[in-house]
Structure formats: C-alpha cells, structure tokens
C-alpha cells in the first residue's frame, strides 16, 4: 500500500457520460498530480495542484476538469466521455510544491472503460 | 519541449543474465532523471533517481549513471531474478517543470527461469 488511494479501481460507463475519479494523497501531502496512461499516448500528465491551488496544467482536454478540496483529496471529473478517454488515470502525491524533483508516490490508479 | 526516449519492448531474459534499457532524453538545462517500475497491476514505484550530472542513482541491484555529454541514464542490472518482470519507464523533471514528469513510452521486461 503506497497510501495513496484511488478510488475506483475500475470504471465502466457509455458514451457521453460522465464519471469522477477520486484520490486521496498520502497523509500529510500538500501536492496532487493526475496522469493518464493509454496504449497510444503512453503516461501524460494532465495537471498538478498543491494545497487547494491548481499550479500546472498539461495535456487535459477541456471536457475534463479536477478540484482540490480542503481535505487535499482530489477528484478529477470526465465529461462527454468518448471510446478514446478509455486508460488508466494515475494520482500521485508529494509533500511540495516542487516535490523534490519529480520523486513523488502513485496510487494504484482507476481503470476507466468506455463503451 | 522536454522529451525521454528508452527503447522499445519486450526485452526477454533469462534468469540472472545482465539487463540494459537505454534511455536518452531532450531538456534545456540539468533536469532530474528517474526510472519508475510499473508492476502487474500496480501503480508506478520510484526505482532510483539522480539530480546532476555524474550521479549515479542504485537501488535493488538496478543502477543508471546521468551522463550530460550523451544525455542519457541508461538502467543496468548485473543478474536479473523473474521477480524483475515489469514495465520500466524513464522519466524527466525538467527545471521549471515544478516536479511534473515526462515519460518515455515504458519497455516491457520479461524474465524467464
């Protein structure tokens, strides 16, 4: 257990849903980072927030959008999802805000299935 | 922009021979280097890191050496066990990156009694 929790580990939904994947970062851990992984697109990351505040966006579509809530769990949030959006998507935490040079914990990740 | 290539999968080993994965890598300055290990199944691990130039970063028998002059950190381990099976991804963090990674696209190693 990496204490990093993600919930749920699998996800399968239509066309044109949407869905709210969840991540608790471990105890103490100020920095989310969300990161999806595809067989084409290989591991990308999508967008980082440290302690509430959304800090660096990557390659996230505009139909996706995450939050920070106080707690420091994060949720990110699919819309509109299409048969590509299928992948795993990754959490990962660390005490920073410059996360000691990329050396941060993953969670076990949530599967998504679109069909 | 920031960029990591490693080579290309599956690698197929036999138990205790000597494993490399090449990796080179694209970034303006002196990023941080990392290799991660994905397991079946699993999220991905830190498996060891180096932050300048010359470092060399080890853990668990695995071992990458940051060389600027071929931009690469290339992972080797002497003897490999079937418990190494996994995917293994190069990664950088770039300077003003503020820790974020980029990925190569992972090799696949599989290794057989």
């Known amino acids: 257990d990496s204490g990093v929790t993600q919930t749920p580990k699998h996800l399968i939904t239509a066309t044109g849903q949407r869905v709210t994947l969840r991540c608790s970062p471990r105890?103490?851990?100020?920095?989310v980072y969300w990161y999806q992984q595809s067989l084409d697109q290989g591991l990308q990351f999508l967008i980082h927030?440290?302690?509430?505040?959304?800090?660096a966006k990557g390659n996230i579509l505009e139909r996706f959008s995450a939050q920070q809530f106080p707690d420091l769990h994060s949720e990110l949030n699919l819309s509109s999802l299409e048969l590509g959006d299928s992948a795993l998507y990754f959490c990962a935490s660390s005490p920073q805000l410059m996360t000691g040079a990329g050396s941060y914990t993953f969670g076990s990740g949530t599967r998504l299935t679109v069909v | 922009g920031d960029s990591v290539t490693q080579m290309e999968g599956p690698v197929t080993l036999s138990e205790e021979a000597f494993l490399t994965i090449n990796c080179t890598y694209t970034?303006?300055?002196?990023?941080?280097l990392f290799w991660y290990v994905q397991y079946p199944g699993e999220g991905l691990q830190l498996l060891l890191k180096a932050t300048k130039a010359d470092d060399k970063g080890s853990n668990k028998g695995f071992e990458a050496t940051y060389r600027k002059e071929t931009t690469s950190f290339h992972l080797e381990k002497g003897s490999v066990q079937v418990s190494d099976s996994a995917v293994y991804f190069c990664a950088l963090s770039g300077v003003d990156s503020w820790g974020k990674l980029q990925f190569g696209a992972g090799t696949q190693v599989v290794v057989t009694p």
């Open positions: 105890s103490g851990d100020l920095s």
């Open positions: 970034a303006t300055g002196y990023p941080s």
């Open positions: 927030y440290y302690n509430g505040e959304e800090r």
